[in-house]
């Protein structure tokens, strides 16, 4: 039990920091500015809140059932074949997460970096290496995650403040937005913009690998302001600089950012190529959460001792999701919609366990 016990509390928080931070931190300006223009910020944070939601549920489940992930409580509280389906619909949700991750990081950078090389191969070397790193044990897992947290997080947030020596305040008013979107067109913008914190789901694994599993709540807090400040610090840098209507005309609005971006006295005068390099460590990080999870839950499924062996089976059947997108507006739109509808995952499942624990009196072992 000593190694099954071995995650601390700041470990879990660092894990679910590297795991948010991480694809989605490029187009993230777009999806708040057409949700919401110059009051991108404000959504930003809003949407921080509503996806804490599904932390908060999932840190109470954890601590409810200590010694259990999702797939297995779900089980006891809901039944054998009923918590099966659950079990299936959250392994099926984050292979698709993990692929369509892989297959933005291969667009970013056969534009961005290596137009030469064939999206194909950025898209597999990315799967292969997350592949590789989820034949270790959680206690690894947790290990790998702290030591890439500082590398992603300080980086990212240095070159997001030298950002904005260059902000023109008038940018950002009013900070509510003009109100040309529309509710509905808000409302979409925040469940799109939430969705982009869904690979902290992981947490339903950690949490059982903690040494004091009680102080889940207090990782996810911390996780989330940390996480959730820099996406809304990110999201405030860009708007000032470009303003709202130029940002609808980029793809992706923190790379230009970072172009725009220096350090003092010009010892770089552009940031992208480190920013790049600290965002291809934030993508990697995030596809090992999301692919550990979903061959951690696959093997808790089946009740398999070790997972590894589901590693490589995986890697062609996420390589082949990941190419189904003809292109990369097609990649976005699948993206979207898969993560819309994994709220139902991240939020509405969680939720209907918890109120099923309560009413049934269902609680795990205490540790």
Not at 24 to 51: K, M, N, Q, Y
Not at 249 to 269: G, I, Y
Request: net charge positive.
């Amino acid at each position: 039990m000593a190694e099954a016990r071995s995650i601390t509390t700041i470990q879990a928080a660092a894990i679910l920091i590297s795991t948010i931070i991480g694809v989605g931190v490029l187009p993230l300006p777009l999806f708040a500015v057409h949700a919401a223009e110059s009051g991108a910020p404000l959504i930003t944070f809003i949407s921080a809140l509503v996806a804490m939601v599904s932390l908060v549920l999932v840190s109470v489940l954890g601590m409810r059932f200590p010694s259990q992930t999702i797939s297995q409580y779900s089980e006891t509280i809901i039944g054998k074949w009923p918590g099966r389906v659950g079990s299936i619909m959250v392994i099926a949700s984050f292979a698709i997460l993990t692929s369509m991750a892989a297959r933005e990081f291969g667009e970013v950078v056969i534009t961005a970096v290596l137009p030469r090389t064939p999206l194909e191969v950025t898209v597999m070397v990315m799967l292969l290496l997350a592949a590789i790193a989820t034949r270790n044990n959680i206690t690894t897992f947790a290990y790998i995650h702290f030591f890439y947290f500082p590398f992603i997080l300080v980086p990212a947030l240095l070159i997001t403040v030298l950002a904005l020596k260059n902000a023109d305040t008038i940018n950002l008013l009013p900070i509510w937005g003009n109100g040309n979107i529309g509710i509905k067109g808000t409302v979409y913008g925040i469940l799109t913009i939430a969705s982009l914190f869904q690979s902290a789901f992981v947490l339903t694994i950690v949490i059982p690998a903690m040494r004091r599993p009680n102080r889940a709540l207090q990782a996810s807090i911390w996780s989330m302001v940390i996480s959730g400040g820099l996406y809304v610090t990110i999201v405030l840098a860009t708007v000032s600089v470009f303003g709202s209507e130029e940002i609808k005309n980029l793809l992706w609005p923190t790379l230009e950012l970072a172009k725009a971006t220096s350090l003092p006295a010009n010892v770089l005068e552009r940031l992208d190529a480190a920013f790049l390099a600290v965002w291809v460590t934030a993508v990697f990080t995030t596809l090992f959460s999301t692919y550990f999870l979903t061959v951690t839950e696959l093997g808790n499924l089946f009740h398999f001792k070790d997972h590894r062996m589901l590693s490589f089976f995986l890697l062609p059947i996420l390589f082949l999701m990941a190419m189904l997108p003809q292109n990369i507006l097609q990649m976005y739109t699948v993206s979207r919609f898969s993560g819309l509808t994994r709220h139902c995952i991240t939020i509405g499942y969680p939720a209907f366990l918890l109120i099923i624990a309560w009413v049934r009196g269902k609680r795990g072992d205490r540790t």
